[in-house]
């Protein structure tokens, strides 16, 4: 049990941030300190503002970063769906990895691209993505990492004609990278032959010590298809709905935007901010109703310091440009 649920890992996290903040940790006893500690794993949020290298460390801490993803920014989604016709809310990849970055500093940017790819099927990274399509690529990638890695290096020995059934170990060279360029250079377009590709991977998963998505749903997934490529692979992945509840993290599709108790506390934080900015009788604050939405983004309380440092910055680098202009 401790090693399925990766107890030891959080047992020397737990020690390692112990002996980090000792001094302030005293002030209030060890034991609060490792109560705290274990209901943030508990409720997910001890993952906010780590590095990378513990963010995947765990299943379970992926699972925590994708909902915390999916809870802070799911608004850029949500005002996607009803002004669709305005670009801001269909983002680039570099602008969803500044959002991962808001949670993770170091979030590496290649994990982000290969989300990007899966939804694009091509090098251009740059064009606009939808937030529920980022979204499900981005937790197919995010959590089936190391088993992506070793499916596209299995698909490209099917394609030399090789013999897959060895035991692939996933590099950081990325064999997925060179798997998804683009369309012509994802595979000839014949691809690979269903039942064989699926063998492998039924193989594969029976002795993968990482997280695989369910063998049986793999199969259905791939039942009416002769042939496919790697990158067909990957986009049928992301947008399978029964992947997506075998894995718990998500909701569906169609209950993406539904969140009543986030919806609740995003409406406490708005009514508050307004209170403090506006001041006046009773039909004053019924005025507030009709605030622009764009202010609703801006309470963003789990970050604020990170946003606040960031905006200070921005302060100060236009605070320059108004020396220099004024000066000329």
Wanted: overall charge negative; aromatic content about 10%; proline content about 5%.
């Amino acid at each position: 049990f401790a090693a399925q649920r990766h107890v030891l890992t959080y047992m020397e996290d737990a020690v390692s941030q112990l002996l980090e903040n000792r001094e302030d940790i005293s002030r209030y006893g060890i034991a609060r300190f490792f109560t705290e500690y274990f209901n943030s794993v508990r409720q997910g949020t001890h993952i906010l503002f780590r590095e990378f290298s513990f963010v995947q460390a765990t299943p379970h801490n992926r699972a925590s970063f994708l909902r915390t993803f999916w809870r802070c920014f799911r608004i850029v989604g949500k005002n996607g769906g009803k002004y669709l016709n305005i670009c801001c809310y269909l983002l680039t990849a570099q602008e969803y990895h500044c959002l991962l970055q808001l949670l993770c500093p170091d979030f590496p940017m290649e994990l982000t691209q290969k989300a990007a790819r899966i939804v694009l099927m091509d090098d251009a990274v740059d064009c606009l993505m939808s937030f529920s399509d980022f979204l499900f690529a981005f937790q197919i990638q995010f959590y089936y990492s190391e088993f992506l890695e070793s499916v596209a290096a299995i698909y490209q020995d099917l394609l030399a004609g090789k013999n897959p059934n060895t035991v692939v170990v996933p590099t950081s060279s990325s064999g997925q990278h060179r798997q998804c360029h683009s369309p012509n250079d994802c595979s000839p377009p014949e691809g690979v032959e269903a039942s064989l590709f699926y063998q492998c991977l039924e193989s594969l998963c029976d002795r993968s010590k990482y997280s695989c998505p369910p063998s049986a749903l793999v199969k259905e997934m791939l039942s009416n298809a002769q042939r496919l490529t790697f990158c067909e692979f990957l986009t049928a992945l992301a947008k399978d709905q029964r992947i997506n509840r075998a894995l718990g993290v998500l909701p569906d599709k169609g209950d993406l935007f539904v969140d009543p108790a986030m919806d609740q506390e995003l409406e406490k934080l708005v009514a508050q901010v307004s209170g403090l900015s506006i001041s006046g009788p009773t039909s004053s604050c019924r005025d507030t109703a009709n605030l622009p939405v764009r202010n609703s983004p801006r309470i963003n309380s789990p970050w604020k310091p990170l946003h606040h440092r960031r905006k200070v910055d921005a302060e100060s680098e236009g605070s320059n440009e108004e020396t220099d202009s004024s000066e000329n």
